[in-house]
């Protein structure tokens, strides 16, 4: 089944080599572009499962390729490559409609982990599965039943919205904004997405302090542990 | 109070400033007294009076007696058009002692013997007066007409001074000349200069202030109202200062000056200091205003300069480590599903990037050295082409795309170098053409003895320098098209050059190739003795 086609945007060829190499190995597809010019002219003629993108390209940069893609209505998966102190050009590719993304240096596992969310979130949405499961934690989707270690656990309505998005999503990222557009329906203070995350944590994680299921992407956003296939 | 102080301090001046009370305002100057015109108008008035009587008597003769009144009043009217009000009153008295004399009988007496002309020359007298006076009058009009049309032009003038684009200090300059020449007195100049006020220009110049006018100017600012000679505050000091104020407060103080006695200005005087000082204090203060809006830009300047050197940085960094951690991850996670020649790819990029890591990291070092001035080179004569060896050696991987020229003098002589660090100026220069230079394109160093120097060039092919780059390729963390991520460059390289080469005693520019393009390098090193 891995046999997706990935599309590795990126100027530094060391880094093109080892993505090559090492995406290769995990036997998917590779295809390599140095730019942003590269990479659309590439797309417009050959369909991707996925795109690896570097946001610090010369010329058209990454945040820019990804708009273009967006508005030319490409919905291929887009895992960004950025700097690890870039918080502000995350969540703008975030918004923009990016999928995931790995901060600058990572270790492949990780990239690979992103990849798979990705590409699985993309199956996911043609068909959600009703019954989600993570470590300790059952969400059954269609009878809005919560468990954790098989002990039920009863959840405000807007506590079960917020958890329901992030298991519709899980093994990604989403944004503040995203989350709080999606349960609160516009402009509202993170403040309330910190507190409903703490109260979700104090329900279902078994240690709150060092949560394992609801992860926070400091600067970003929250991401759910993915579920074990 | 104030004896008592004195007593106990004898070597200070101690000055008593009334509390405020009530507006302070400059006590209007009285109006000076009109001083009389000099001996020579009234001279001139006899002189016409004389005219107009010796025309009279020629008209006698002709016209008859009633004719030389009006030919009489004819000199009365030229004094008071030429001479003002005082040399015609005096030039009617003339006149009318003269028709006396002349012509009304008894001739050549002072007696009049007919009463009736005695009516004449008293009608004579008066509408001598009231011509002369009228006259006057208009004269005196035109005369002010004509200051107050130059005193216009003259703070038009001014104005447009003010208006044009001029420094500071010129604008200060044309200030305190302006005032001077305007008002004729001396003038000084002062600026708040933090706690402190400064005199920034006088006319006379003027540098420094004694205590007494200093503390008047210091109370002009502070309560922003006058103070010095002639005022309600400190009316012991040499100098009456004015605050100049916009409407965002007091931008500077005026101080005035003169070694006339009696009052510094007539009200006219007051009004036209104010708005010569109005004008004033509106181009100091866009002036200052400018100047905040360029320190708050040079400011932000700074800051995007330092963002874009932490991103340079980082970037340079983060990049080498990405690929090493990445394919060692590779290896470790997927070792066993990568063959044999990507298994050793992968060791190649982890060796390249770990170099070019060190080769960061050494140049950020050698920039500290430089900088903190640890910096010891030690001198050794030595041999150029010896050391081009062993640069060519270690930029081989470098310049493998590239073609290598060496063009060395055979007779060049040793050079008093550092030669580590000479070496390392040498690879920094090579390295800087592999990066900037298209692969297949030709890199040549010439060495040629000149003098009592050795000068050494490294040319290349690329697209050479831009003309505003070519001093600030050595500044540090600069580089040509920065904005294009494309080049590896660390921006470190040609800064340490320069600084190596100077800490040798040595130099190094850039500029262009003649007659085709590429960018061209020179270093000159002294010859060993």
Avoid at chain 1, 134 to 145: C, I, M, P
Avoid at chain 2, 45 to 50: R, V
């Amino acid at each position: 089944m891995n046999s997706s086609r990935i599309l590795v945007v990126d100027d530094e060829p060391p880094i093109r080599r080892f993505l090559r190499t090492g995406l290769t190995a995990q036997a998917y597809r590779v295809e390599e572009a140095a730019s942003g010019e590269e990479a659309l002219e590439f797309l417009q003629r050959n369909p991707v499962d996925l795109v690896v993108l570097d946001l610090g390209l010369p010329g058209i940069d990454g945040l820019e390729v990804l708009r273009r893609l967006r508005e030319g209505g490409a919905a291929t998966p887009i895992v960004i490559l950025s700097s690890r102190d870039d918080e502000a050009g995350k969540v703008r590719a975030l918004d923009l409609g990016a999928d995931d993304y790995v901060s600058k240096p990572f270790g492949m596992e990780e990239l690979s982990a992103r990849i798979r969310a990705a590409l699985r979130h993309q199956l996911q949405q043609q068909g959600e599965r009703p019954v989600f499961r993570s470590g300790d934690l059952s969400v059954d989707l269609v009878r809005r039943l919560v468990t954790v270690r098989g002990q039920e656990v009863k959840l405000t309505p807007r506590e079960y919205e917020l958890l329901r998005l992030l298991v519709t999503h899980a093994g990604k990222v989403l944004t503040h904004r995203h989350i709080l557009k999606e349960i609160w329906g516009g402009e509202s203070d993170v403040q309330y997405l910190r507190i409903y995350i703490r109260t979700l944590r104090q329900k279902l994680e078994a240690d709150p302090e060092q949560p394992q299921l609801i992860l926070t992407e400091q600067g970003v956003g929250y991401r759910l542990k993915p579920a074990e296939n | 109070m104030v004896a008592e102080i004195l007593r106990r301090v004898p070597d200070i001046s101690v000055h008593v400033v009334p509390a405020r009370s009530g507006p302070i305002d400059l006590p209007r100057p009285s109006r000076a007294p009109q001083s009389l015109p000099p001996l020579r108008s009234f001279a001139n008035a006899f002189g016409y009076s004389i005219l107009g009587l010796a025309a009279g008597l020629a008209v006698r003769q002709g016209l008859g007696i009633s004719n030389v009144t009006l030919v009489m009043l004819v000199a009365v009217l030229t004094s008071a058009v030429t001479l003002g009000l005082w040399p015609s009153l005096f030039a009617c008295l003339v006149s009318a002692l003269a028709y006396n004399f002349f012509f009304l009988p008894p001739l050549y007496t002072f007696t009049i013997a007919d009463p009736e002309n005695v009516i004449t020359l008293l009608v004579f007298f008066l509408v001598a007066v009231i011509a002369s006076n009228l006259t006057a009058r208009v004269r005196t009009q035109a005369v002010v007409a004509r200051d107050r049309a130059a005193t216009t032009e003259d703070l038009y003038l001014f104005a447009r001074k003010l208006a044009g684009g001029i420094s500071l200090d010129d604008l200060l300059w044309a200030t305190v000349y302006q005032v001077a020449h305007m008002l004729k007195v001396q003038v000084v100049l002062l600026l708040p200069e933090g706690e402190n006020l400064e005199v920034r220009a006088g006319y006379p110049p003027e540098d420094t202030l004694d205590q007494g006018d200093l503390a008047a100017a210091r109370w002009a600012l502070d309560q922003g109202s006058a103070a010095g000679r002639g005022s309600d505050t400190l009316p012991g000091a040499r100098r009456l200062f004015l605050p100049m104020r916009t409407g965002r407060g007091i931008v500077a103080i005026i101080g005035l000056h003169s070694n006339r006695e009696g009052p510094l200005l007539t009200p006219d005087q007051r009004r036209l200091l104010d708005s010569l000082t109005d004008q004033a204090a509106l181009a100091i203060e866009r002036l200052q205003l400018a100047r905040e809006m360029d320190k708050a830009r040079v400011a932000t300047e700074t800051e995007k300069l330092r963002s874009a050197l932490f991103t340079s940085i980082s970037h340079d960094l983060r990049t080498p480590l990405a690929s090493i951690l990445g394919s060692v991850t590779s290896l470790k996670q997927y070792g066993d599903k990568i063959d044999a020649a990507d298994q050793d790819a992968l060791l190649a990029t982890i060796q390249d990037e770990a170099e070019r890591l060190n080769h960061f990291i050494a140049n950020l070092l050698d920039m500290t050295r430089l900088e903190s001035g640890a910096l010891a080179p030690r001198m050794d004569a030595v041999d150029v082409t010896d050391i081009m060896g062993s640069v060519l050696r270690r930029t081989a991987k470098l310049l493998a795309g590239h073609r290598i020229v060496l063009a060395l003098d055979d007779d060049l002589p040793l050079v008093r170098v550092d030669p580590v660090l000479f070496e390392q100026v040498m690879f920094n220069l090579l390295d800087n053409a592999a990066k900037y230079t298209p692969q297949g394109s030709e890199v040549t160093v010439r060495g040629r003895h000149e003098g009592n120097m050795v000068r050494i060039s490294v040319e290349d092919e690329g697209e050479g320098l831009p003309e505003m780059d070519r001093e600030r390729v050595f500044d540090k963390f600069y580089r040509v098209m920065a904005a294009d991520r494309k080049r590896a460059g660390t921006g470190l390289g040609l800064s340490i050059a320069r600084g190596f080469m100077e800490a040798m005693g040595g130099s190094i520019i850039a500029t262009n190739r003649e007659g085709r393009k590429g960018a061209i390098f020179i270093l000159a090193i002294p010859v060993a003795k």
